[in-house]
Structures are given as C-alpha cells and as structure tokens.
C-alpha cells in the first residue's frame, strides 16, 4: 500500500514541478501571437537569427504604425520556436506553438525541416508561411492548403543562374560554352543542382563535370586542382559559408582563373567577403534581394536594418520581412485571427509594386501554395560589397565580365 | 511466465493509457507550462515512446550483451527506408513494410554481427565499426538516386488517410501504436533476460572468455543479439518514417540519433530491463524543459560584430559578457545533456535505475 | 592530368602531417593508459579557437600561439585526466567511451555557448602563399603546418625514447603491474601522457588556423580520421600513427579524384578501416 502512495506522490510531484515552469504568458488579451519557426542554436543559428531579424524588424514597424488596424490595433508577438536545425525538434516546436495559440507560422530556413512541420501544420490547420526555404517538393505535388511559399522555388534560383551567365557572356562577345557544378552534399546542394543540370543542358551548355563534395572538409585541393584541369568557362557553386571561402581561397592558391556563380547561402553571406577580403571581387552569385536594387523604399528599409542590428540586411531578411508583411496584409483582410480566416486572406493576399520589396512585381499565392512571380537577381562583388548586375530593369551596375585573373587583381 | 510488476509501474501505465484523454482537457492547459498541452504534450509522449523503444533495442546488444555500439542509426535507417519504397514505389502498406524493414535490418544487423564477431572484433574496436558502418550506410543513400539521394524520401500525405496507410490526422493513434511497442519491447527484453539466451548474454558481458571457456555459444548469441537489436531498431525507424513523413541521410549522421538512443538507455541503466525506459523518461522531458528554460540565444547580437568592432578590448570584453548574459549562442540545453551524462556515468555508472534500487534496497535494511 | 595527381598527393600529404599529429595524441594516451578519448576533437577545436581569438583581439601570430599553447594546453590535459578521465581508468571501455562521448558533447555545447555557431576564421598576409613544385601548387601554411607536426611528432619520440619520464611511460604502456612494482606513479604518468596528448592535438588545431576554419562543429571530423589513423598505424605506436596520418591523407585526397563524387571520399577510408578492423586489427605495424 505504501508503494502505491509513494508512486502516487512521485506522480504528483512530477506534475507540480512542471507547472512550476508554467510561467506567467505575458500576452495582453488581444495581442496577435505570431509563430517563428528557426534554427536559433545549432550549427546553422546564425542563419536562423538573421532571417529571425527580418521578421523582428517588420514586427517592430507593425506594431510602431499601429498593430492591426482592423483588429483594433492588436500587436503582434513574436513566439520563437527554436528548432535547432533538427526535424525532430522543429516538429515539437510546431506542436507547441500550435498549442500556444499562433495565429500563423514563418519558417523553417531549412527544407528538410520544411518538409515534416508544413505537414504538420496542415494536419493542425495552421497557416504555413515558408519565406526561404527553397526545394521545390515543399509545395510541388502536395496538395496543401495551408502552405503559402513566398521563396522561389530551387530550380528558379538555376534559371537564374544560368539565364545570367548566357545573358552576360554573350554581351562581352564571349559566350559561355562549357560549365562543371559543385555542390555540397546535403539536401541544399542536391536540390539546386538537379535544377542547375536542368537548365544548363536546356540552354544547350556542356557540363564538364557535377562534383558533389563533402560538407565541412578541410582540404578541397585535389578537387580544385581537378576543376583547374577540366577548364570550363564558369564554376557554379553550392555552399555554404565555411565551404565557400575555403573553395575561393583554394582556387586562388591553385591560381584558377574561373568566375565562379555561387547559389546564394555562403556566398552571399557577409561572412564570406569579410573572410576573404579582396579575394572575394568578382564572384557571382544569385541572390533573393539586394539593398541596391531599383525598389523605392529598398534603400531605407536596409539602412533600418543596419540601424536596428549593426549588421547588413541580406536577402533572406528581405524574404522573412516580406513575409511578415504578407501575414500583415492577410490580418488586415481576414479582420480576424482565427486561423481559417486567416489562411483564405492567404490564399487571395496580394502585394505588388513598391510596396514589395523583393525583385519582382507582386506576391501572391498560387493553389499549390507557391508565389509564381518569385525571381532572382544576380549579384557581382565589386569593390568589397555586393551589387545587382541582373536583371538589367532592377540592376544597379554592370557585370563586370570576363572576370580578371587572379594575378591581374 | 509470471509476470511481477513494480507498483510503480501499474500505475505509471494506467496513467499513460488514460493521458490521450486529459492531454486536450482545459484542466491540462491550465497546468502545463505554455505550448505544452493537447497535441503538443501527446507528442512529447510519443517521443518518449519511441526513444525508450529505440533504447530497449539497443539495449539487447549494447546493455545485456556489453557490445557498445553507436551505430543503431543505420539500422534505423534502413528500416525507415526499406518500408518507405515499399510504400511509395509498390503501394505496399507500411504495416507490411514495417515486417519487412525488422526482416531487413535484422540480416544487416547480423551480417555486421557476422563478419565483426567472427574475425573476433571487440569492444572498442567494435564500436568504431559501428560508427564507420553508419557512416559507410549513409554515404551510400546520399548517392543513390533510387532513395532519393540527399533529397531523402517525402511520404505522400493523405488527406483522409486508411489504418492501412499508417498515416493518422489525430495523435491518439501514433500514441497508442508507440505505446504498444514499447510495451512490446519491454515483454520482449524480460523475457531474454529470464531466458537462457539472456544468461549467455550476461556472461558474454561479464567476461566473454570465461564465457567461452565454459562453453557459452558466445559468437552466436551476439550474432542473435545484434540480428534482434537491429531488426527492432528497423521497426523503429518505420514508425519514425511514418510520423514525420520523411526521411533522409542527414537523419543517419554520427552525433544524433545514434547517440540519442544510447543515451536514454545508459543513463537509465543499460542491462536492465526497465532502464531505457527510465532514461527515455528522463532525457526527452529535460530536453523539452531546458528548451523552454534557457533562451535560445542569439537574441544579444552576433558575437562578430563584436569581435570585429573598433572597440578597445576592455569595451569588447564587457560587450561579450552582455552577450552571454543574453544567452550567448545557445545550446545550454545540450551542455545539460552532456553534464548528466558524464555524472551519470561517474557516479551511478549503472544508470539511474540500478542506483535507485541500491538506495531503496539499503534504506529498507 | 599527371599535375592533378601531383597536386592530390603533396596536399595529401600535408594534410596527412595534420592528421599524423592528432593521432599521435590520441594513440599515446590509448597505449599509456587504454582510455579511448572520443572527445580529443574537441581539445582541437578550442586549440584554433585559442589562436583565433589570439589572433583577432590580441594580434598574436598563430605561430606563436602555437607555443603557447603547448604547455597551456598540456596543464588543461593534466588537469581534465585528474579531474575526470582518472575515475574510469580501468573501469571498461564502455564506461570510459561513453564518459568522453559526454566530455564531447559537454565541450561541443559549450564551445557553441561561448562562441556561437558562426565561423571564425584568420586572413593572415601570408594565408595565400603558394610556391610551384613540379606544377603543384603549394601553400606555406599548409607545408608549415605539416613540417611543425612532423617536427613535433618527432620531438615526442625523442622524448619517449631518450628520457626518463619517456621511458618511464613506455613502460607504463607495455606493463601496467610492472611499472608499479618498480615505484613509478602511475598516476602521474597518466596525467603527463593526456597533457602530451592533448597538447599535440591543440597545436595541430592551432597551426591550422592560417588555413582552415574554426567552429563547434569541426571536432568530431578529425575524431573520427584519428581512430582510423590510430587503428592503421597500431594503438600505441607512434611512428605507425605518423605513418597511418600520412597514408589516410593521402588515400583520401586521390579518393576525392578518383570516387565518382568527393562526397565519397570518406567512404574509401572507412571502408579501408572495417577492413584493417577486420583483417590486421593490429594496424600495419602492430605485433599480432
């Protein structure tokens, strides 16, 4: 009898413990919870913080003009869920913030951790917002309803990339014949390689060779040292930051005098030209957005950012911004936050022109959840800081191509 | 086969069997700290399940039989995606598929057993075959296009899905299948442990030379051990494939799940039957917890700016300790992790189970 | 394409001498004391962040960081075997792996605490020497790197050979119940064989610096290449670490060319190592 009081007791005391951590929610009654879905620790956290600072920057000028006008001026809040970079745990986090009474979720960075929580998302009936997270499965062939896809999709970032490199070769009388892909090998890597084949022996381009290499390595000599051999007119690269500078250092060391085309992540990091000072002029990369871009509007709101956080606004901030704008947009026009209403504002939510500051004219939600407008720009490190030199309607500059030597630098 | 159980228990799985029923209540709400009722709860329970599942597994070989190995993700990756393709390239339910990936990682858990055992491969250098194992298993599917390369593999969703489909729109179902099979998992280990190969395991862990010596099958019985630790593990990874509708090579790396499973199992107490249970117990709710107490980090700025700053080194110094204040880059949840597992193994290195019972034991003399 | 081979096998090779330096440590402190340390990347990678941050906020050359963090980093291996490694010797090696496998992770999520996630790297005036070699490229700080492993490599051999203490943990390596008998605190000599140990693995972080990256993360990668160099050349022999940390080098350099992706490059060497588990667990110079 006694053992049965004491495992009651146990019980109870377990339970106590637990409402000890309950805390007291500091929500006001009518604030707004908005569900943030990053990796804030792990070894992708500085990425996950920096899309979380486009969201926070957005929230923050929300808020400042007056919350959600027809909610009564409701706030929103942000409630991060930190996913660690890992499936798993992105998933617990979606339960939680489900219970925690989000009316929407922004994430997850990541497509590997895209894929469970959108799904569990749509079981739930949460609007799924994915303002980065590219491959194209995230909303090819799915069906969801709750899922609204503001990032291009990983074969667009391809055509791009090649689009660019057609476009720029041929007008510097030159055009480009031969290419060899490198990617890292993860889902990041495999994803925009499959495009970049794609669109490359579409546009009729040999591809020497498609190098899928290890994540994190230290040495990428032999591999470079091979590339060197193969001597395509333009490397296209797949990583991401530590995998990128090292690359670039290598090439130079090796003395390959080939432009390289990095797909966004390391290269358009601002770790990458800080790492690599005045090696890193010249290399191209595609990019969701850019300071310098011909947006009204997109200038101030990047010296905001810089304000705020002391760091450069890139473009995945641009992309969680606008996302938050988005949820903004389908608030207002819900007037409501329960998540049905909100997630048909979704489904009809429209923002074009100025009032978008990503390179494109509108976002808006096709039925399988996707932005069909979504493009890229390319941009050049030129002079220690990346420009837009594609496409020509929104750039900022010239490409400068063909790209120098590395002993005419 | 009479089978005693611990007061403790009874109770502890009427209480699980009654959860989905409260999970969604008002009171629940209302007592759980935020975010961690209703169908969030459920699945931390679900968690729990599948860890002291997977930890039971791993248990067979690595607590009864003393073979450590930190290699069972390859297992469980194998099972997740033999009953995957099954299923999406055949239309073979994931019931079936669940057979055949515990017949499958059962043979490649015994082939692995067979060549390691029979060039008499042991202890440490047992476990670094298990790692270069895992490591060899993922390399393979991130290069083969037929499993989707480093794509992994997405289970279609169902809007409306069958008991066939192994794909439920509510948790009460994933909860009670995974309850089921760590019921299942631990009838099963009691049951090794009260029979004979149980006995030649546990001699096999004392002092497999002596165990030899007195004619112990000791090559077989590890080879039976790792053929079932595998081929559980493999049921393991289907129910995990099933859950979360995807599975891919990253899910295999070194550090993760392979680690996660043997430290339910260590910490709770490898070689007893409840051990891993226990531990599963333990770890997933700190993990939850801690993720709740400590911030995540991040929120006092990136330590670059302020490495790269005009700042003199004292100004510097003051901004980082701000910086840690403000949780620094995270992950103190982690440094929890690995601080009770090296106190566990230094103080209880039985695990917490059999330092509980020796504790009862001596406050009842 | 002879140039690319060239180019292959000098890199190789002077990853190689990286590797080699790691190994050693790691194989010293197994043959001394049996103890299989799967947190020695760790003391790695704290070693770079040491010459990183010596770097950045104090201006101090890696190079000489490098000396310091010799005997700094020998009183930290000291210390973590008379704090916490000292309590498992002899216990089993399923106690003492999972001990470090804790250490590992301890010092993982700390170094992420401190550090956070983001990378941290030096662009020193000299990172991007080369000079040619036979149409090779070579990098200075890749060649220093190698040339202060292999000299410290060295170095520790002499000392094991020609010393005192040296000899005393040879002893300690080759008979633990003997060396007692003859008055050797083996204690002690536990504690000097980690502190060596450690010390060789945090220089070779340290002199990577000029050309690598560091972050939390880095440890476990050259963990995992220690162990395979460690079985290859034989636990507890030093010029079979030197030689395996070569080989593996150089094995998984021309496998970046010659598997069909680098990606597998790894696998080449892990299927070398089951097979040296299986077939000459020995390592190529061990005694059977």
Not at chain 1, 367 to 383: E, K, M, R, T, W
Not at chain 2, 348 to 362: A, E, I
Not at chain 3, 248 to 264: F, H, K, Q, R, Y
């Amino acid at each position: 009898m006694s053992r049965i009081i004491k495992s009651l007791s146990l019980a109870a005391g377990v339970a106590l413990s637990f409402s000890a951590l309950s805390g007291v929610a500091a929500f006001a009654a009518d604030d707004v919870k908005v569900g943030i879905l990053l990796p804030l620790s792990g070894s992708v956290a500085p990425i996950g913080i920096n899309n979380r600072r486009g969201h926070e920057l957005a929230i923050d000028e929300i808020n400042a003009a007056g919350g959600i006008k027809s909610l009564g001026g409701a706030k929103l809040v942000m409630v991060d869920g930190d996913t660690q970079g890992k499936t798993n745990v992105g998933i617990s986090e979606v339960e939680k913030l489900g219970e925690q009474g989000v009316v929407a979720i922004m994430g997850a960075y990541q497509s590997n951790v895209t894929f469970p929580t959108t799904q569990i998302a749509e079981r739930l009936r949460i609007p799924y917002i994915d303002p980065v997270a590219i491959a194209d499965s995230i909303t090819e062939g799915r069906g969801f309803k709750y899922t609204f896809k503001v990032s291009p999709k990983a074969s667009w970032y391809a055509r791009d990339q090649i689009q660019f490199l057609i476009t720029a070769s041929t007008a510097a009388g030159e055009p480009v014949k031969s290419v060899v892909l490198m990617h890292e090998d993860t889902l990041f890597g495999n994803a925009s390689s499959d495009g970049q084949e794609h669109f490359a022996k579409e546009n009729g381009l040999e591809i020497l060779a498609n190098i899928s290499y290890p994540k994190d390595t230290p040495d990428m000599t032999s591999t470079v040292a091979q590339i060197k051999e193969m001597n395509p007119d333009a490397v296209v690269l797949v990583s991401y930051i530590n995998d990128a500078v090292l690359i670039t250092k290598t090439m130079r060391e090796l003395g390959v005098d080939i432009p390289i085309v990095g797909t966004s992540a390391g290269h358009i990091d601002p770790a990458y030209i800080a790492n690599l000072g005045d090696a890193a002029n010249y290399t191209f990369t595609v990019g969701e957005w850019n300071p310098d871009i011909k947006k009204d509007g997109a200038a101030e709101i990047a010296a905001r950012f810089l304000e705020k956080f002391g760091i450069p606004m890139n473009g995945h901030a641009a992309e969680t911004y606008m996302s938050t704008m988005v949820l903004r947009e389908a608030l207002e026009k819900a007037g409501s936050s329960d998540r049905e209403a909100v997630a048909a504002a979704l489904r009809d939510t429209k923002i074009c022109g100025d009032a978008n500051l990503l390179p494109y004219d509108c976002i808006e939600f096709a039925a399988d959840g996707q932005s069909p407008q979504a493009n890229l720009v390319i941009l050049q490190i030129i002079d220690g800081t990346y420009k837009t030199v594609w496409p020509a309607s929104i750039a900022a500059a010239d490409a400068i191509w063909p790209v120098p030597g590395w002993a005419a630098r | 086969m009479s089978l005693r159980i611990h007061p403790v228990y009874a109770v502890g799985l009427i209480l699980l069997l009654a959860l989905p029923l409260v999970a969604y209540s008002d009171g629940m709400k209302a007592v759980m700290p935020s975010g961690l009722a209703g169908s969030s709860l459920m699945h931390i329970f679900i968690l729990i399940f599948f860890f002291a599942f997977m930890g039971q597994a791993w248990n067979i070989i690595g607590g009864f039989a003393g073979q450590l190995s930190i290699g069972h993700a390859a297992f469980f990756g194998v099972g997740a995606y033999v009953s995957s393709i099954l299923y999406i390239h055949l239309g073979i339910s994931p019931w079936l598929g669940m057979i055949a990936a515990t017949g499958f990682a059962a043979l490649v858990g015994a082939g692995l057993g067979m060549v390691s055992f029979h060039y008499g491969i042991k202890g440490p250098f047992f476990t670094l075959v298990t790692v270069a194992f895992t490591e060899i298993v993922r390399l393979i599917l991130l290069h083969w296009e037929f499993v989707g390369a480093a794509n992994g593999l997405l289970l279609p969703y169902e809007a409306e899905p069958t008991f066939w489909q192994f794909q439920f729109t509510g948790k009460e179902p994933y909860y009670y299948i995974a309850l089921a099979m760590m019921l299942g998992s631990i009838l099963l280990v009691s049951w090794i442990a009260r029979s004979r190969f149980g006995y030649y395991l546990h001699a096999i862990r004392q002092d497999e030379d002596a165990a030899e010596a007195v004619g112990v099958p000791t090559k077989r019985a590890k080879i039976q051990a790792i053929a079932l630790s595998a081929g559980l593990a493999g049921a393991g990874g289907t129910f995990y494939a099933q859950y979360t509708q995807y599975i891919v090579p990253d899910d295999l790396v070194i550090g993760r799940i392979s680690v996660e499973i043997l430290l339910g199992a260590v910490i709770g107490g490898a070689g007893t039957v409840m051990g891993p249970i226990i531990g599963a117990f333990i770890l997933i709710p700190v993990g939850e917890a801690s993720r709740l107490v400590f911030e995540s980090g991040g929120a006092g700025g990136s330590l670059t700016t302020i490495l790269q700053s005009d700042a003199g080194l004292g100004e510097k110094f003051a901004l980082y300790l701000q910086y840690l204040g403000a949780g620094g880059g995270g992950g103190l949840a982690i440094i929890l992790y690995g601080v009770i597992l090296m106190m566990v193994v230094l103080v209880m290195p039985g695990g917490v189970l059999p330092w509980l019972r020796r504790k009862f034991r001596s406050a009842r003399a | 394409m002879a140039d690319v081979y060239l180019q292959a096998v000098l890199s190789g090779l002077m990853i190689g001498g990286v590797y080699a330096l790691v190994a050693v440590g790691l194989t010293l402190i197994f043959g001394v004391m049996d103890i299989i340390n799967f947190a020695h990347g760790e003391f790695l990678m704290f070693g770079m962040y040491a010459a990183v941050f010596g770097s950045i906020l104090l201006g101090i050359d890696p190079y000489i960081s490098a000396l310091i963090c010799l005997p700094v980093f020998f009183a930290i291996g000291w210390a973590t075997h008379a704090g916490l490694i000292r309590h498992v010797v002899g216990k089993g090696h399923a106690i003492q792996i999972l001990l470090t496998l804790g250490l590992s992770l301890t010092m993982q999520a700390l170094a992420q605490f401190l550090f956070s996630a983001d990378f941290q790297s030096l662009n020193l005036s000299y990172s991007a020497a080369t000079f040619d070699l036979s149409g090779a490229r070579v990098s200075y700080p890749r060649l220093a790197a190698f040339l202060i492993s292999m000299a410290l490599c060295a170095g520790l051999w002499v000392f094991l050979q020609r010393t005192d203490t040296g000899k005393a943990l040879r002893a300690c390596a080759e008979e633990h119940e003997g060396s007692l008998a003859v008055g050797i605190d083996l204690d002690r000599m536990y504690k000097i064989a980690f502190g060596l140990g450690i010390a060789c693995v945090a220089v070779a972080g340290v002199v990577m610096t000029p050309f690598f990256y560091v972050a939390p993360v880095v440890g476990p990668g050259f963990t995992l290449v220690a162990f395979v160099v460690v079985v290859l050349g034989g636990l507890g022999n030093i010029p079979g670490a030197v030689f395996g940390g070569l080989v593996i080098g150089v094995i998984e350099s021309l496998a970046a060319l010659l598997m069909p992706a680098p990606s597998l490059k790894h696998l080449a060497v892990y299927v070398l190592f089951v097979l040296v588990l299986l077939f000459r667990p020995q390592g190529l110079f061990g005694r059977a």
